[in-house]
């Protein structure tokens, strides 16, 4: 099986290819360090690999991005005139954020590995999602349980506004970003605080 290999840490990634390769069953048919590269592999690729393994960073790139790039890249392009189907993407991280992890599965990926993790964990990951089960490493597990009544409340878009607020965005600059106006960034905020009961961008901040 073909894998894509989606990083920024030389060393790191020897290291997967060697695990994957020394199996017999995989090989890692491309590596890219952001999202350009990634994105550059898929658009001249005729078909796509069976497993994709994403950073949740890559630099300055957020590595989520790329998960809507590859829904839209599978939509657009037709094999006998049916839509591409997407491969199932393994989303790693050294930090195991809940919030950043449910707008992962939300965006469309398939399972969530913490770095911490060893040889064992990343075979046993790409097994289970290989075989259509979702994956979570068992150390960020009960958090995104226990977070995952929170999340389920919100939009894509309002998820997107509060990964914003996160980060510390002004609404403008949160206008800008999402390309939308000034006045619907304030509707999604008031949103949010009725959702949770919450009365400030501290309070969201928190999440």
Known sequence: MEVLLIDDHPMLNAGIVSILEDTGLFTVCAQAQSLKEAGSVIEKS???PSLII???LLGEDNGLDFLPLLEKYCHNKKIEGKPVKKPPVLVCSALGDPFKIQTAFKLGAAGFLSKTGGKEELLKAIDTILGGK???SSEVDIKIKEN???YAKFSKQEINVI????AKKTNKQIAEMLSISLRTVENYISKIYFKTSFSSREDIQKL
């Open 54 to 56: 994403l950073d949740m």
């Open 46 to 48: 005729e078909t796509l």
């Open 134 to 136: 979702v994956y979570i």
């Open 148 to 150: 995952s009544s929170v």
């Open 163 to 166: 990964e914003l607020i996160k």
